[in-house]
């Protein structure tokens, strides 16, 4: 039997993961043996404890207590508490998922200890290197003995570092490449048939009558120009179109409002009728806010895919973005921190038919991912 090490530390990996952990008990038990390992990197309750019990993952045999808050010093203590276990386990591969801190960590510590990484959406390029996970994608990609892509662009972007589907014995030199759909998608069909009305009920909020807004990216929540600018346009769009919106606010986020904006200012926001500011929310909260939306503004690289599987057009707070296929499927637009732009894409998608064509697999990228870690580690 296979021993594998599944690292995860942010909100997005454990519901991620929990894909893979279901596949795992319901057809792999007898040949693969998974250890899931927690970082720790994010601790709120309601960012790592609650996806772990809503998404039956396994508890983490380990869980590491962080005490770094930037991003070298979080790096280099999820490495030397990662060295300990690898140590301790040794495992017969470490799989990782995206583009965090903790994935890049993993990285580091598996080429380092020659232990296979098993890297699950690979291939992914913003082009931007400014951006701290654009960074730890390249790295992680460029250690990785199995590299599972979600789209096919992802397997060019591959191609055009010299990463190839090798036809020798799986190795950090002779890497497998393979398109396995999203696995995200595999995660939105499964929990979608578990939804319930309540948030709606809660927030007085009626079915594809209302906007969904999240932000988390450093990017927009530590440039306090951006962060300002972009309350002001949303709040601006929310009361042209008389459109409440949500709001689930990131810790993070929170912080930075709470700096940003003067007392009066911050009340002003937090009180707008528009605006519905609530606490994080679980991840099938969250796929119920998305299903009963009339569009999502984000800039989220996961809700951005999870507007698009829900059907639902996706404004995007960034210049740029990882996911081009819902770009030039016209049903995501980037719209930056321009206003104009904003409300420019926001008139077009009232008018637009939305057509949602299936780029992203076919629901089954875990069992996938399953058979073809048996298949070139066993």
Not at 66 to 83: P, V
Request: with cysteine.
């Amino acid at each position: 039997m296979l021993k594998i090490i599944t690292l995860i530390g942010a909100r997005p990996q454990f519901i991620k993961a929990g894909a893979i952990s279901r596949a795992v008990q319901n057809s792999f038990s007898t040949k693969l043996n998974e250890i899931i390992v927690h970082s720790g990197q994010h601790y709120d309750a309601n960012m790592s404890a609650v996806f772990f019990e809503q998404l039956s993952i396994p508890k983490p045999s380990y869980q590491f207590k962080l005490k770094a808050k930037g991003h070298s010093e979080q790096t280099a203590e999820i490495l030397k508490e990662l060295d300990k276990v690898l140590l301790l386990e040794k495992p017969d591969a470490l799989l990782v998922y995206g583009d965090t801190n903790t994935t890049l960590a993993g990285a580091l510590a598996a080429s380092k200890a020659h232990i296979p990484l098993i890297h699950v959406e690979a291939g992914l390029r913003s082009f931007n290197k400014a951006m701290p996970e654009e960074i730890n994608r390249i790295v992680t990609d460029h250690c990785s003995s199995l590299l599972f892509c979600p789209t096919k662009t992802a397997i060019a972007n591959l191609k055009n570092e010299s990463i190839l589907h090798s036809n020798l014995k799986c190795s950090i030199n002779a890497p497998k490449v393979y398109a396995c759909g999203d696995i995200m998608y595999d995660n939105s069909l499964f929990f979608s048939k578990q939804t319930n009305d309540s948030i709606l009920l809660e927030n007085e909020l009626v079915k594809n009558n209302f906007l969904l807004f999240t932000l988390h990216r450093p990017l927009n929540t530590d440039v306090l120009e951006r962060l300002r600018s972009i309350c002001s346009m949303l709040v601006n769009l929310a009361e042209k179109h008389r459109k409440p919106i949500v709001f689930p606010v990131h810790p993070r986020t929170l912080k930075s409002l709470k700096s940003s904006f003067s007392e009066e200012e911050f009340q002003a926001l937090t009180n707008h009728p528009y605006l519905k500011m609530i606490k994080p929310v679980s991840f099938l909260e969250m796929i119920t806010l998305e299903m009963n939306s009339q569009l999502i503004i984000t800039d989220s690289g996961g809700v951005q895919k999870e507007a698009y599987f829900f059907k639902k057009p996706c404004l995007i707070l960034r210049p740029e973005t990882e996911w081009v296929e819902v770009i030039q499927s016209g049903m995501a637009a980037l719209v930056d921190a321009d206003e104009n732009e904003l409300n420019r894409q926001f008139d077009l998608f009232l008018t637009k038919d939305l057509s949602f064509p299936q780029i992203f697999g076919n629901g089954n990228s875990a069992d996938f991912i399953c058979q073809k870690i048996i298949k070139n580690l066993s």
